[in-house]
T-cell receptor, first 114, second 115 residues
């Protein structure tokens, strides 16, 4: 069965600083990988996804992620964090039809210092 | 963009009552919808896959008689929490898989509090 690990439960960065959120997965085949963001009490918004092809994926809001098969990782990055980026971030691996049966990591809560 | 609406967004009920949560795709058709449960400050756990016109597929450990899922149309899936108890209090989130593109869209979630 697939699994996702997000090693960092909380991360605090200063506004304008760079950000990297870690994600490691376990999956028997080529994975469908996703990053979602969740604001308090809200649903999930898709930041980006990887299905195949270029291992560096560009997403919305200036985020990008790199798929590294050798490390079973799909880390999320942003060069300059904005205060509005404070939220909970979830990495997920997908199975099933179109990879839409998602297994989520535990999430990383991002706090942004002014 | 595609919108998935959940109703109610929050509900408080007494222990022993049943609560129905709707997941509706507003501008696209979805033969498949997924129901997740999220405990406070925790991740989302897949409960079941809802398929239009057929029985839902439940994940291991999820009581199908407790969490009734009905996907009667291409735009609506419902989750009914039967005989709710305080331990059923949670944030329930649905997602809908668009028929034409396969893309997945999440609802805003429904917070259930059982007193």
């Amino acid at each position: 069965a697939q699994s996702v690990t997000q090693p960092d439960i909380h991360i605090t960065v200063s506004e304008g600083a760079s950000l990297e959120l870690r994600c490691n997965y376990s999956y028997g085949a080529t994975p469908y990988l996703f990053w979602y963001v969740q604001s308090p009490g809200q649903g999930l918004q898709l930041l980006l996804k990887y299905f195949s092809g270029d291992t560096l994926v560009q997403g919305i809001k200036g985020f990008e992620a790199e798929f590294k098969r050798s490390q079973s990782s799909f880390n999320l990055r942003k060069p300059s964090v904005h205060w509005s980026d404070a939220a909970e971030y979830f990495c997920a691996v997908g199975a099933g039809n179109a990879g839409n049966m998602l297994t989520f990591g535990g999430g990383t809560r991002l706090m942004v210092k002014p | 963009g595609a919108v998935v609406s959940q109703h109610p967004s929050w509900v408080i009920c007494k222990s022993g009552t049943s609560v129905k949560i709707e997941c509706r795709s507003l501008d696209f058709q979805a033969t498949t919808m997924f129901w997740y449960r999220q405990f406070p400050k925790q991740s989302l756990m897949l409960m079941a896959t809802s398929n239009e016109g057929s029985k839902a597929t439940y994940e291991q450990g999820v009581e199908k008689d407790k969490f009734l899922i009905n996907h009667a149309s291409l735009t609506l899936s419902t989750l009914t929490v039967t005989s709710a108890h305080p331990e059923d209090s949670s944030f329930y989130i649905c997602s809908a898989q668009r028929v034409d593109t396969g893309e997945l869209f999440f609802g805003e979630g429904s917070r259930l509090t059982v007193l």
